[in-house]
């Protein structure tokens, strides 16, 4: 079932926190294990499904799978994304043959996403990273912003070699019966709108085109400069940050194109039960009849209590939502 074909059967708003990393403690389970055993992968998955009961469930969100086709390696941490702080050349990094066997964590994903993709009560996501964010992971930001300006050709091939990467990523996990990805661009929101044309949004907008499952395009920090171009890139929904207002967002996309956001991730770890209660109403009352999702601007951090993840999933689906627009 398409995303918008699920939201819309519902009476009451659809709800998908981006959730993962929130979920490890309480299954006892650290970032690590799950991404070198894809049984312990979906297992998380089914333990934040049963705890918090969300529309839909999402794997891990992880930045650097895809990187260490590259030859970089991540470093990794119990309950937080994994990172890399050691990056290659732009020269080496255009002349790296893509390996598989660099990644062997590839295919622990892709595995992983076998496993989940039999869960039947929920339809399932999975993280996907966005061709430019690639790029800065295997040189570092630094060096991808200096190459745009000094080494644009060399910026463009090592963004192209990515765009396949993801792609061919893409269509296995596709293959592995994954129902939607959300293709992490984080990178992007330091761009302006003519450098989004030119680089980042054809690249996205080819991963769109590589499979048939629905993408939802996440980009974190302040993209309103963004928003129109994000909605031209193919994708079935956008996924935006808090400080983007929501309407702003619903208003730049063309018809059929959902907007998933984008309750503050920081407030949520810290706030009452009450508080989030009044705050997902005060998020939701001016939408409307849109194409909106409630979820979380970014990823939900792995201090967060259970209880108020429970309370915005709970407290957005005691929210009728009116027919959807066109």
Known sequence: MKLREQFESYERFGVVPILGYAGLQAAGLTAQQCFNQPELHAQLVRSNLKQFAPDAVLSLMDLTVEAECYGVHPLFKDYEPPEIRTHISLDDAVSHERSRSEAVRMSSMIEAAKLMSKQENASTGFFITGPFTLAG???G????FLGMIRAPNLVQALVESCTKTVE???????????????LADMSSSLIS???????AGPSMSRVARAVSNDMVLHICGRVTHLLKQMGETGVAAISVDQNVPLMD????M???????????PTNL????VEAIEANVARMLAPVGNKRLVASTGCDIPSSTPPRNIQAFVQSVKSHKRPIFDA
């Open 137 to 139: 992971q295997i040189i």
């Open 141 to 144: 930001l630094q060096q991808l």
């Open 193 to 199: 709108p003519k450098q989004f044309e030119q680089i």
């Open 254 to 264: 063309p018809s059929g194109v959902l907007v998933f956001g984008n309750y503050s």
């Open 249 to 252: 967002a619903i208003s730049a």
């Open 168 to 182: 061919d990523y893409a269509k296995q996990l596709s293959e592995a019966g994954i129902d939607f990805f959300v």
């Open 269 to 272: 770890a810290v706030e009452t």
